[in-house]
């Protein structure tokens, strides 16, 4: 099956921004033949060290947007992500637009709100999102239709986004020459990954894969961020090939045991699961951020 022209009605113009930081691409979704765009995995600075916010990754969004005169109709998250600070809430403020996630963000919010020691005040039913997504649900940007799947493994709450002619996977897939993510984050599994990852391998091969971060392989040069299902299906080094469901867990697992957490997994989730807000501030007017010692 050829690949689609790009300027076809149904393959969305897609322009994407690497956060350095974080390894991050957010990408930004828009309809050829109209003015509505999307916003995919936004990213909102933030120093550690300090604790200390800034926008200035949000802000190149802000501007392209703006520049390109489009109506963002969307803002997406891929699953809460564990490497860094959503955007969404300022980007609302900036640019409207929903923000969407995935129904099973309540299995996430429970048991994450377990681990923070969250009060009975922090609601476990999605509720801080505009649009929960179940498997199947459709969306419009503009006159670009898109699908969602639900495709677990990296979280429960992954989804995959099917815009059109091409698919953003979140961290479910890398590009093939780094693989699939890790599976060993509360509620991760790397069976249920490897089902996701067939289900997204049966799209159509020239389907546009759009991945969530790359962290550029031994070898490789430059950063990049875009593949097709064909080429994941041969080349992916994890899971492409037909590797068996057996081979696949095996490794997934025994390279999950050597990684370290994320720098920033603490702050991100307790932030990315109140879609992008920070707690509620005390007395003093501070929002704080819990460190939960052996929590995780």
């Not at 200390?52 to 489009?70: C, K, P």
Request: with cysteine.
């Amino acid at each position: 099956m050829p690949a689609a022209m790009p300027d076809a009605p149904h393959s969305p113009k897609v322009k994407a921004f690497f956060d350095a930081g974080t390894n991050t691409i957010t990408y930004v979704v828009s309809d050829p033949e109209g003015s509505a765009c999307a916003v995919i995995d936004s990213v909102l600075d933030f120093d550690h060290a300090s604790g200390r916010t800034d926008t200035r990754s949000a802000d190149a969004v802000v501007a392209y947007i703006l520049a390109e005169g489009l109506k963002t109709e969307w803002l997406l998250e891929t699953h809460v992500h564990a490497d860094h600070l959503s955007a969404a809430p300022y980007l609302q403020e900036r640019l409207g637009g929903k923000i969407g996630i995935g129904d099973r963000i309540t299995v996430v919010q429970e048991t994450f709100g377990k681990i923070f020691n969250e009060g009975t005040r922090f609601q476990r039913d999605g509720s801080q999102f505009d649009q929960l997504f179940r498997e199947g649900d459709g969306l419009m940007i503009g006159q670009l239709s898109g699908r969602v799947m639900h495709t677990p493994g990296h979280t429960p709450a992954c989804l995959t986004y099917v815009i059109g002619d091409a698919a953003f996977v979140g961290d479910t897939l890398f590009m093939p020459d780094f693989g699939t993510a890790r599976c060993d984050f509360p509620g991760g599994s790397a069976s249920v990954m490897f089902d996701s990852v067939q289900r997204i391998l049966a799209l159509p091969d020239a389907t546009r894969i759009f991945v969530g971060h790359d962290y550029k392989a031994p070898g490789r040069e430059d950063y990049a961020w875009e593949s097709t299902v064909a080429e994941q299906k041969a080349k992916n080094v994890h899971i492409g090939a037909g590797k068996s469901r057996e081979d696949f867990v095996s490794l997934r697992e025994a390279r999950d045991k050597t990684l370290g957490m994320p720098k920033l997994i603490l702050p991100s989730i307790q932030v990315n699961m109140r879609a992008g807000q920070m707690p509620e501030p005390e007395d003093n007017g501070l929002s704080y951020l819990k460190l939960p010692i052996n929590g995780l």
